[in-house]
């Protein structure tokens, strides 16, 4: 299975600023997902993010408030930008099976964000 | 939005298995049936899918009915670890490249 790691895992941070949340795989992958999970909530797709190409948003997500960079394919980083007290969440990349044999996906552990 | 529909929540024995039922009436014929779940703090984790056959694996068994509008998740002797929120997904690939759109999931709770 693809190890996944993410940085920081968790934060607090005051309304305004922005937080960068990196995500870390093992193995090389085409593609990465960002998700985010509001308190009590299942899990939103955020957007898609393939290497050397813009990030895909979901309805309701925008880059200006979620920019995206995938550098190469074992990398990839979520900026919450000018942050409000509805941001706070956990926020979770995961990535398609590298070795394309299975049909799963991994998951990072998370990194959960508070915003005051 | 999610294509599913399952129980909120349920309970089960230590030791007992743990039958988790989904509902995906308006499934495609080329949409297969996953199940992941979440155990608090982590991230979601793969446990099984199919197309139309039941399939098993080292964690569970999926049965699927003929018309595969519903199917049931099946954890034949659940231990404490397995309290966690299972989500049942339909999606239109086998490819781990697709989406994956979450509903509310089951919440199980395994008692001792």
């Known amino acids: 299975s693809a190890v996944i790691s993410q940085k920081p895992s968790r934060d607090i941070c005051q309304r305004g600023t922005s937080l960068t949340i990196q995500c870390q795989v093992d193995?090389?992958?085409?593609?990465m997902f960002w998700y985010r999970q509001q308190p009590g909530q299942s899990l939103t797709l955020i957007a898609t993010a393939n290497q050397g190409s813009e990030a895909t948003y979901e309805s309701g997500f925008v880059i200006d408030k979620f920019p995206i960079s995938r550098p190469n394919l074992t990398f990839s980083t979520l900026t919450v930008s000018n942050m409000s007290p509805e941001d706070s969440s956990i926020y979770l990349c995961s990535v398609e099976d590298p070795w394309g044999t299975g049909s799963e996906q991994y998951f990072g552990p998370g990194t959960r964000l508070t915003v005051t | 939005d999610a294509k599913t529909t399952q129980p909120p929540s349920m309970d089960c024995a230590e030791g007992r298995a743990a039958n988790l039922p989904c509902n995906h009436s308006?499934?495609?014929?080329?949409?297969?049936v996953y199940w992941y779940r979440q155990i608090h703090s982590q991230g979601p984790q793969y446990i099984i899918h199919?197309?139309?056959n039941n399939e098993t694996n080292e964690m569970a068994s999926l049965i699927i009915t003929e018309d595969r509008k519903s199917s049931t998740l099946i954890l034949p002797h659940a231990t404490l670890r397995d309290t966690a929120v299972y989500y049942c997904i339909v999606r239109p690939s086998q490819g781990g490249s697709e989406k994956l759109v979450f509903g509310k999931g089951t919440k199980l709770t395994v008692n001792p």
């Open positions: 308006t499934i495609s014929g080329n949409e297969y």
């Open positions: 193995s090389q992958v085409t593609m």
């Open positions: 199919g197309l139309k």
